[in-house]
């Protein structure tokens, strides 16, 4: 495989040939270190340190290089580094060589998402508590660190980490499928559900844990087929949740399972008459009369933060709030609130046309980042609706962001030539004739 190379076009250095120098550092005297440092902080500008942390770590042992040396170098890297690649190196040789003194520096770079990888994985190797220091981390990020840092935690037998896993410690900014397996197997869901006490956050926890592997199923982590525990796991749910108070976040997640044991895959590895029986009692529960009553009730107040979340629910009971949803919008949340492209999937002709009016007034009390962010939405949605909101897809083919400008033009070049306004048409036939937006372009 070809090597990397570094902007001057020279080969990045191999994991065995950064142990040359970090070797040769060690023996450097302190006079001349400043130097031979900044040549290695350079050299790693051109490596990629995920690809060679392993053979670093392996030739690093083999030497048997000093630890005190190679964690000063670790934090002068870390610390001083002004190229991320040093800094994670720096991280790594951490993790070789750190001890207690260096919990602050890694749990403070480690709050930036590029860096959670390897300042968890340092963490749990030089701390005397390594479990609990990684858990320290991933309460600090919610991204993709929370989701590097969790994976890290995937072995822990320490109680008070599975049962944060199990509560809120799968949950993510990314997607929560990612972390639900390794919260329901890690954390030891069948257990934590087979007590008669089980208090509010472990069941809220366990349905989105179990949606969260419903809707992976077949996606980019292993979803409830691959959970050998699903079938005891989901009869105890349902029973926790035919005996306790509903919420739409139960209902969500309820909606979410029933979906999947509907529709399940067919290599799945539960007894037919298992299936067919969680089927039956997943069906049951998700008709109950509570239900309905309670997604209602939650629309009724069109003020509330949350409203939001009972809209795909009401859908699926087979609600049609178009009032409450109206009056929702008239309180003009912000654009970016799932409730504006809701209605635009529901409406009709009219209710269109008026749910876009009530848009463009909202848009021009907008904050300039935030408005650009809704009119990439709009303008995606628009295509949706031939002939339906022009002001706003002419202020997005305006917008200062090429994607919300490239997403507008494509909606109005699909739009029928009978829809077209005249000066829609003559926006459409300007475009053509001009350069398009190259995708690393950002306007001022």
């Known amino acids: ?4 190379q570094d902007e001057n076009g020279v080969p990045a250095p191999t994991g065995a040939e950064l142990a040359d120098h970090l070797e040769h550092l060690l023996l450097t005297p302190e006079a001349v270190l400043g130097d031979g440092l900044r040549y290695l902080h350079d050299r790693l500008a051109g490596c990629s340190p995920i690809d060679v942390a392993d053979e670093l770590s392996a030739e690093v042992r083999r030497r048997g290089l000093p630890s005190a040396g190679l964690r000063r170098l670790g934090r002068a890297l870390a610390e001083q580094g002004t190229h991320r690649t040093a800094v994670k190196t720096g991280l790594v040789l951490l993790g070789l060589a750190g001890d207690a003194r260096d919990r ?14 390897y300042a968890a994985i340092a963490l749990h190797r030089s701390q005397p508590d390594g479990d609990q220091a990684v858990h320290t981390l991933a309460q600090r990020v919610a991204g993709w660190g929370r989701i590097q840092a969790v994976r890290t935690l995937r072995h822990t037998t320490d109680p008070t980490v599975r049962a944060w896993l199990l509560r809120e410690g799968f949950r993510n900014a990314v997607m929560d499928e990612y972390l639900a397996h390794i919260a329901a197997t ?3 869901l069948r257990s934590a559900l087979s ?14 844990i179990l949606a969260a592997l419903a809707m992976s199923q077949g996606g980019p982590a292993p979803g409830l087929a691959d959970y050998p525990d699903a079938v005891p796991v989901l009869r105890r749910y349902a029973e926790l949740v035919r005996a306790g108070t509903p919420t739409i976040e139960i209902l969500s997640d309820l909606i979410s399972v029933t979906v999947f044991l509907r529709n399940p895959p067919e290599d799945l590895p539960w007894a037919p008459a298992e299936t067919r029986c969680l089927i039956d009692r997943y069906e049951t529960l998700l008709n109950e009369p509570r239900w309905p009553a309670l997604v209602l009730d939650h629309l009724a107040d069109p003020e509330r933060p949350d409203f939001h979340l009972a809209l795909q629910p009401a859908a699926v009971l087979g609600l049609c709030p178009t009032a409450l949803v109206l009056a929702r919008l008239e309180t003009a949340p912000s654009l970016l609130d799932p409730t504006w492209i809701h209605a635009l999937r529901t409406s009709d002709g009219e209710q269109t046309g008026y749910i876009l009016g009530l848009a463009e007034r909202r848009l021009a009390t907008m904050p300039r980042p935030e408005r650009d962010q809704a009119l990439l939405l709009f303008a995606h949605f628009l295509g949706r609706h031939p002939g339906h909101g022009w002001p706003l897809l002419k202020s997005a083919l305006t917008a200062c962001t090429p994607e919300a400008r490239r997403t507008a033009l494509t909606t109005l070049a699909r739009w029928p030539a009978d829809r077209l306004t005249p000066e829609a048409a003559e926006h459409l036939r300007s475009a053509r004739t001009q350069p398009q937006d190259n995708p690393q372009e950002t306007r001022p």
């Open 195 to 208: 007590g008669t006490d089980i208090d509010v956050s472990l069941l809220n926890g366990a349905g989105g």
């Open 186 to 188: 890690t954390g030891d």
């Open 1 to 4: 495989m070809r090597r990397a």
């Open 104 to 117: 602050d520096l890694l749990l403070l770079l480690g709050a930036l998402d590029e860096l959670t990888l």
